[in-house]
């Protein structure tokens, strides 16, 4: 997977591991993801047990931040509104890069309930601002939460430092303008 | 005191502005009032001796598609007693005096009542809309509201 798997087959001198500074520094940003302290709706209820003794999330590494300025990631956990969307794109480009967002709960992913007849609710965050993880549900079984983390962590893990342009599909180069 | 006498009580004060009194099977009895009457008359219901409607509950707007209303449900932490009002406003730019001076709790209900339905509340320390933003176009809770297409160059629809 990355840089701790090469510990299992360590070279015979002593101290020594061979690898590339991209998985060590993914390796590093992975299990240190700070998320922005940011609740919304009925979804932050169940993030907040999370965030309690019995799932613990902070075993993953990740530790509120009460800035985004601090933050790796944010967690969209709720129902948001036209008037809320505002608030988070602003939330969001505060944060500093690599930036990360965690879709959690139906309303979210899609407007949940609200998808039909919601005239205030916004249908789906990433109608404004781009996400990595969705995790379903309504609202997430604390599991689900912590597997999207999990997700999360995986990206983190896969993602490419230096030369990132090189590395790119053909059809991802136009989009993606780094 | 009954629903019953405090109506007879009303009436015996205001003979012109109270209008009908609304027996329901279920839930509370009302009494319909003269919309432009309604702060006198909660003014009475709050400071007589035997009534003394210390408590505003409730107070929220009605679209009855011919016309707006709206409702004050009060109560007496002093005699436990219960009393239903009710107001019926025009379709065309409807508005009461405000009763916030009376219980400082319709503040925000009567701006509800504005940002859903868009009746005017008149002597309110601070008419604007309270849930929806300022900028929004349309009274949600009307029977003939018509979502926005977009907000802010967000699409709102699916």
Known sequence: MGFLNRLDDPFNAEGIILGKVEDLLN????RSDWYLSFGLACCAIEFMAVNASHFDLMRFGCIPRPSPRQADFIIISGTVTMKMAERIITLYEQMAEPKYVLSMGSCANSGG???EHGYHVLKGIDRVIPVDVYVPGCPPK????????????KKINQQAIFKKRAKLAEEEKIIVND | MLVQEIYDN???KFPEAVLEFIGTATGDPST??????????CKYLRDQDGLEFDYLALLSGMDYKDKFGTVYHLYSLKYKHRFVIKTYLPKEDPSLPSVERIWKTANWHEREAYDMFGIKFENHPNMIRILCPYDWEGYPL???????ETYHGVRIPV
Do not use: H, M, S, T
């Open chain 2, 10 to 12: 009303l009436k015996e």
């Open chain 1, 113 to 115: 309930p609200y998808w």
């Open chain 2, 32 to 41: 319909v009032v003269d919309a432009g009457q309604i702060y006198n008359i």
């Open chain 2, 142 to 148: 009307r029977k003939d509201y018509v979502g926005q």
């Open chain 1, 142 to 153: 604390p599991e689900a939460f912590l597997d999207g983390i999990v997700k999360l962590q």
């Open chain 1, 27 to 30: 390796w590093g940003r992975a």
